[in-house]
């Protein structure tokens, strides 16, 4: 793959990031990964909901009296918010406009950094109360599945900033267009996985 | 870059094998790695017949024993079975659709040296204090208890080379949906390829689950957490069902592959098409769909209750009728045929009444009632044997004697073949067969002793010397490598004389590249039209020669794995308290993994062409 063949919007492909071998083995690859992760987080809020509530005996902590559905709310609307804007920037990815894209992605990156601030906060709290990792089995479990999942938060942005800062120079090409794509619709599948938590967990946790 | 074979020194080779990610090389390093492993259960295996061979033995004490019991299970499955099927899908898929290699060569050599330095990392606790001593299925009940760092290095090596085996999964998936040649539509793949592919999902779904267990297990042993820990609201049962909602299709992951084996051979050497091509597909499907509905199978004496053991009873009993038809594809493809019996073949006809054997006494235990009985019994370790020996390791064996022209350009002496073959056939009867007795007569499993008189003596006995002639098998086998290593004798294109499908028809020693021209798939047996055609060259062509893409070799991902291992022993030691070390090496460890990540996302890697008029000069070792 020629890294220097210029691009114009009309002689760039409708799919650049399966116009080349690579670029569809990688899209396909990262599919299938995903499916893999579904049945991790399966695996995780099956236990959390068989593990939730459940404590040494006397244990005053339960889902109803711990979470605050405000905070949540806004978390939520934050991720969901950054999947909009990653799908923009995947608009401009492919009527190759880089700054649009980088722009987009950049709006992306502050609203998960936002999510992660508020999580982190919510956490902080938790502990504060009492609240911990190792405190019961309810917080193992509470603590295990939303955090693989602010990891995969993490893990998403770093990724995004490295593509951003790597590409700021040279624009886009067919061979980091795949790049872009497969770490944008790594996002959308935290933003999914985040909506089965604020239903299974915040949402069926305060229900008294 | 050339192919011409250049001496190279023994630095050189080493470091090429390194810094690989070519599919035929990797199938190499799988093969000599598995090998490894499978000669470490071995011995432990003939620890456990030795200890077991007469009443109130002591040639190792319980607490070894149980060790040993526990890594013989966990290196078979994980680090030998597995492996070296990864060695033929890695050797032959590629060539089988028609491809230059795996869909992701990086990740390919990735996957290899995560199961490498995860199976390492296991096997070190035999020098690090001792090994794992709760039974392959460490249930956490029992882990939770076992002092030491045996679970520990158990939870971690595993979780290591099972990152390993989910990459090389997807490989695999990808390289078979996007890499086929032109004309190789899905019902025109051979049956390995199809097994592979079937297997390849299987460990897709299988192996998350069991990831997530192995993390259960060590944030409660080395994080404190209580997953598992009833007085902190836990639940032990947790760990039995992620265990076995990968443990089942872990099963079929390496029967199906083995199945895809022996749908090679028969053909071959009954000189026949496959029976019943399009069901046997169907079967193979239909058994890995099936395969996760029956976990808990395992738990039927947990007391989920009569209702869910009755569903599972049904479901598991369901597996025999897609697993029946195959067995009825194989007779009537040998029906008729003009049969060749090779070593392969006779592996392969071994294989058929042994493999049977295994699946009746599956089905009986898949009756619960019964299986209260057969619990945890010698009848268990029988039935199992049979499957994975009887079905498993023969499939190996053949599949070592059948493809190593392909792998090596050499062919195994035949009539020692054969009778390693006889060796080891009666010996691993001998073992296993007695063994359902033995649990009949209410032998449990796992035990390192049994009292005399009460009817095992002469049972176990027979067990252990059986023991014996398998590993004699094993050696033979091994001199038989040896012997056709030092003859050197090169064997050229399709010599069995009857290939059927492309690897065969691949001019021998395979080019690096694979296929000097994408080859044009016409059928199924594709070779075989070719050879009935009167094509000397054995393939129809699909383009014209021209410049092929090549992925660069590199070290990034033994870098990448080194340092998982390195963490490995920071997580591992994190809890004790005169070891404050622990965390600094965990974190240097992560450090120099996702450093290497980060070298390999901003370092681009664009491969290299080789030019078509090198591709013309070249002879490209005909025959």
Known sequence: MDLKTKFTPQSWPEHPEAATVEGKNKVLGFWIFLGGETVLFASLFATFLALKNKGPSGMEFSTQNLFELPLAFIMTMLLLTSSLTSVYAMYHMKNYNFKAMQGWLFITVLLGLGFLGFEIYEFTHYIHEGFTFTQSAFGSSFYTLVGTHGLHVVIGLGWIILLMLRNAKRGLNLYNAPKFFIASLYWHFIDVVWVFIFTVVYLMGVIK | ?623
């Open chain 2, 1 to 623: 870059m050339s192919s011409t074979a250049k001496k190279k020194g023994f630095g050189a080779t080493i470091w090429d094998y390194l810094t690989t990610v070519d599919h035929k090389k990797i199938a190499i390093l799988y093969l000599i790695a598995g090998t490894l492993f499978f000669v470490i259960g071995g011995i432990e295996a003939m620890l456990i017949r030795i200890q077991l061979a007469k009443p109130n033995n002591d040639f190792v004490s319980a607490g070894l024993f149980n060790e040993i019991i526990t890594m013989h299970g966990t290196t078979m499955i994980f680090l030998a079975a597995m492996p070296l099927l990864f060695a033929f899908m890695n050797a032959v898929v590629p060539l089988q659709i028609g491809a230059r290699d795996v869909a992701f060569p990086f990740l390919n050599s990735l996957g290899f040296w995560l199961f490498f330095w995860g199976g390492i990392f296991l096997n070190l606790s035999w020098l690090l204090g001792g090994a794992p001593d709760a039974g392959w299925t460490s249930y956490a009940s029992l882990s939770l208890a076992s002092p030491g760092h045996g679970i520990d290095f158990y939870a971690i090596g595993l979780q290591i080379s099972g990152a390993g085996t989910l990459i090389s999964g997807i490989n695999f998936i990808v390289t078979i949906i996007n890499m086929r040649a032109p004309g190789m539509t899905f019902m025109r793949m051979p049956l390995f390829t199809w097994t592979t592919f079937v297997s390849s999902s299987l460990i897709l779904f299988a192996f998350p689950p069991l990831t997530v267990g192995l993390f259960f297990m060590i944030f409660d042993r080395m994080f404190g957490s209580n997953f598992f820990d009833h007085t902190m609201g836990g639940n032990t049962i947790i760990w039995e069902h992620l265990f076995w909602i990968f443990g089942h299709p872990e099963v079929y992951i390496l029967v199906l592959p083995a199945f895809g084996l022996y749908s090679e051979i028969i053909p071959t050497f009954a000189r026949k098409r496959l029976f019943g091509y399009s069901s046997m597909v169907f079967a193979t499907i239909l058994i890995g769909f099936l395969g996760f509905m029956v976990w808990a199978h395992h738990m039927f004496t947990v007391g989920l209750g009569a209702t869910a053991n009755a569903i599972f009873a049904v479901a598991t009993m369901a597996i025999a009728v897609p697993t029946g038809m195959k067995v009825f594809n194989w007779l009537c493809t040998m029906w008729g045929g003009s049969i060749k019996v090779t070593t392969p073949m006779l592996y392969a006809l071994g294989f058929i009444p042994s493999f049977v054997a295994g699946g009746v006494t599956g089905v009986m235990q898949a009756s619960a009632p019964l299986d209260y009985q057969l619990h945890d019994s010698y009848f268990i370790v029988a039935h199992f044997h049979y499957v994975i020996v009887g079905g498993i390791v023969l499939a190996l064996f053949a599949g070592a004697h059948f493809y190593w022209p392909i792998m090596f350009n050499r062919m195994l002496n035949e009539t020692l073949g054969k009778i390693t073959f006889v060796v080891f056939f009666i010996g691993f009867h001998m073992t296993f067969f007695v063994q359902h007795f033995l649990g009949l007569m209410g032998m449990p499993r796992r035990v390192f002793t049994y009292l005399p008189n009460q009817g095992l003596d002469t049972y176990n006995l027979i067990s252990t010397i059986g023991a014996f002639l398998m590993a004699i098998g094993v050696v033979l086998l091994v001199v038989n490598v040896i012997i056709t290593t030092i003859q050197n004798k090169p064997c050229g294109r399709d010599p069995w004389g009857d290939g059927r499908t492309l690897e065969w028809a691949i001019p021998q020693p395979v080019p690096y590249y694979n296929f000097k021209q994408t080859p044009l798939v016409r059928g199924l047996d594709t070779y075989w039209i070719e050879k009935m055609e009167g094509n000397k060259e054995g393939m129809s062509y699909a383009e014209p020669i021209s410049d092929i893409h090549m992925p660069n070799n590199s070290i990034i991902p033994f870098v990448m794995v080194f340092g998982l291992f390195v963490a490995g022993f920071g997580a591992l030691y994190n809890p004790d308290a005169d070891k404050p070390w622990a965390l600094a090496v965990l974190i240097i460890g992560l450090a120099i993994t996702f450093g290497s990540m980060i070298v390999r996302s901003l370092k681009d890697d664009l491969g290299y062409h080789i030019s078509k008029e090198e591709l013309m000069n070249e002879k490209g070792g005909n025959e």
